[in-house]
């Protein structure tokens, strides 16, 4: 078809042998040219990249994935750009939705959903990301982690130009053993470091160490930098919410439930209905047998979730949440009903003893939720 749009598939790779190919045939069929940067692999991941036809290129590596993309970019000679990680795999696509995308004149752009494919514990988390746009020198990525295009074309389009394609990006960089291999956590510490160095009120950096520091365990030394990221915010930040989000889930993973309750109480005052927050409120009073503020969370929470259940039909976390509620209000009843005339430890310990395993389960929905970047 002669108004067919060209695709350049851009990619930044190093030591990506195990994946690399799954990626790139994933992408094989809508594909004009396909760019592959190498930042110092020692594996034999250029060699594939050539034996398939790709044009291989070298940068060094300065610590900045926005240098690396940008200069991938720069290669590109096609009418559009199609940003794609090794360790990640387009979901087929009809070829009609995807040229019907290109052939829209109204869009710079586009935010694509990807879908983070956790350990199986886990599940999955998605996540929305622009990386299907024109090709246009001034559309550029900005950041030396978390990069972003979206920024640029914002600016060059009057904050228009973006809308979201029916197009995932299944992404497997967060599987465990995957995590250790690449030393991910040595990588992106060592460059929000070095930006922090640079810019030491940044509070998207802070958030983004504290985040790293999470998934380390080390929830201290993430609570830290998440807490110190809030004193430089407005607010009015896109991520304002998952910074408050975090914080919480860092005073319950320490157990300072006191702590977790008033700053949750306050935060609750800017956004009511947040169920995150309801959600470690409630469990904050419970571990404090404070019943009664308990059932008024959970009651709360739980109207939210019915209001919405019909949304989330097929969504096997949403259920895990909604039966602990179920749960959890249940023996609270139970409990309220012995507060007056009996001892409340025997029931108290047989109540928290039902909950506490349907507790990990829910756990893992919110801190899936909020923990990844």
């Not at 299944?170 to 599987?175: A, F, V």
């Not at 030491?200 to 380390?216: M, R, V």
Request: one cysteine or more; proline letters at 3%; a negative charge.
């Amino acid at each position: 078809m002669n108004n067919k749009k060209t695709v350049s598939v851009c990619m930044i790779v190093k030591d990506e042998e195990d994946c690399l190919l799954d990626a790139i045939q994933s992408v094989r069929d809508i594909t004009d040219e396909l760019i592959v940067v190498d930042t110092g692999s020692t594996d034999n991941t250029p060699q594939l990249v050539l034996a398939v036809g790709a044009k291989l290129f070298h940068f060094n590596w300065e610590g900045n994935f926005s240098a690396a993309r940008n200069f991938a970019l720069k290669q590109a000679s096609s009418e559009w750009v199609l940003v794609l990680d090794a360790d990640e795999v387009l979901e087929s696509v009809p070829s009609e939705t995807f040229y019907a995308l290109l052939n829209n004149d109204m869009m710079e752009g586009y935010f694509l959903d990807i879908k983070n494919i956790l350990d199986p514990t886990l599940g999955e988390y998605h996540d929305q990301v622009v990386r299907l746009f024109r090709n246009k020198p001034i559309y550029r990525f900005e950041g030396a982690i978390h990069e972003q295009v979206a920024p640029s074309i914002l600016r060059a389009n009057n904050e228009s130009g973006l809308s979201s394609a029916p197009l995932t990006l299944n992404h497997y960089g967060y599987l465990k053993d995957r995590l250790q291999s690449k030393e991910k956590f040595s990588r992106n510490s060592n460059i929000l470091t070095n930006e922090l160095n640079k810019n030491p009120d940044n509070p998207f950096l802070l958030f983004c160490l504290g985040l790293e520091y999470y998934q380390q365990n080390s929830i201290n030394e993430g609570l830290h930098h998440l807490t110190k990221a809030l004193t430089y915010m407005s607010g009015n930040e896109g991520y304002f919410e998952d910074v408050l989000k975090n914080v919480a889930l860092g005073f319950l993973r320490l157990e300072e439930m006191n702590k977790l309750i008033n700053f949750l109480s306050k935060a609750l005052k800017m956004y009511p209905d947040q169920s995150t927050f309801l959600f470690l409120r409630g469990t904050a009073y419970l571990s404090q047998t404070n019943y009664l503020l308990a059932s008024e969370d959970f009651k709360h929470l739980l109207r939210i979730f019915e209001s919405r259940m019909s949304d989330f039909i097929f969504d096997n976390a949403i259920n895990v949440v909604h039966n602990y509620l179920a749960l959890t209000l249940k023996e609270i009843l139970l409990c309220s009903l012995f507060i007056q005339n009996q001892d409340m430890e025997p029931m108290h310990f047989n109540a928290k003893n039902k909950v506490k395993s349907a507790l990990k389960e829910v756990l893992l929905v919110f801190q899936v939720e909020t923990l990844l970047p």
